[in-house]
């Protein structure tokens, strides 16, 4: 091995060592945030989530957590646009929880018919068996999101029960 490809592994495990403490920093300030929520410290809890830097793969996690603080201190309308991004970075099924967030923004708002298509996304990937031929051939088969967004209009919303909020 010559000194070069030392230098280069030295310089590979300082980064990785590095990304770590970033998660650990990271996390820890998640962690503090939601605490900080459940005692309805809602501004406490924002500068926590401001803190972060870059939260590099927890920003779903951010945002999720940066629309609940928004919706806990009665900003529906800003909490909007975090919440928004969460749903679009996670996958479905994992996104049901913040698109039952984003369904109770947009009820707050006095925007229902969003809110009835947020709570389709909740309780459903998002497109009813029948609009989805590939559902019939493939059930497991994953829908993208354009997809669902491209149908959200045609969903039948009357049919369906309120989502189940998770917390």
């Known amino acids: 091995m010559t000194t070069r490809d030392t230098r280069n592994d030295r310089f590979a495990a300082r980064?990785?060592?590095?990304?770590?403490?970033?998660?650990?920093a990271v996390v820890r300030r998640l962690t503090a945030a939601d605490g900080y929520l459940e005692l309805d410290m809602t501004d406490a809890a924002?500068?926590?989530?401001a803190a972060i830097e870059d939260a590099?793969?927890?920003?779903?996690?951010?945002?999720?957590l940066t629309g609940r603080v928004l919706m806990a201190r009665g900003q529906y309308e800003a909490a909007v646009i975090p919440l928004r991004e969460a749903a679009e970075a996670l996958p479905?099924?994992?996104?049901?929880?913040?698109?039952?967030?984003?369904?109770v923004c947009f009820r707050?708002?006095?925007?229902?018919?969003l809110a009835d298509?947020?709570?389709?996304?909740?309780?459903t990937s998002g497109l009813p068996e029948s609009l989805d031929e590939a559902a019939d051939a493939d059930p497991g088969r994953?829908?993208?999101?354009?997809?669902?967004?491209?149908?959200?209009?045609?969903?039948?919303?009357?049919?369906?029960?309120?989502?189940t909020h998770c917390r």
Do not use: M, S
């Not at 997809?147 to 969903?155: F, K, R, T, Y």
């Open 46 to 49: 924002l500068r926590e989530l």
């Open 92 to 103: 479905t099924p994992f996104d049901r929880c913040v698109w039952a967030e984003l369904e």
């Open 15 to 24: 980064r990785i060592e590095a990304a770590g403490r970033n998660d650990r």
């Open 117 to 123: 298509v947020a709570a389709e996304f909740a309780v």
């Open 108 to 113: 707050a708002g006095g925007e229902h018919v």
């Open 142 to 163: 994953p829908v993208a999101r354009d997809e669902q967004l491209a149908c959200a209009e045609e969903v039948d919303i009357a049919t369906k029960t309120g989502p």
């Open 56 to 64: 590099g793969h927890y920003g779903a996690a951010v945002d999720l």
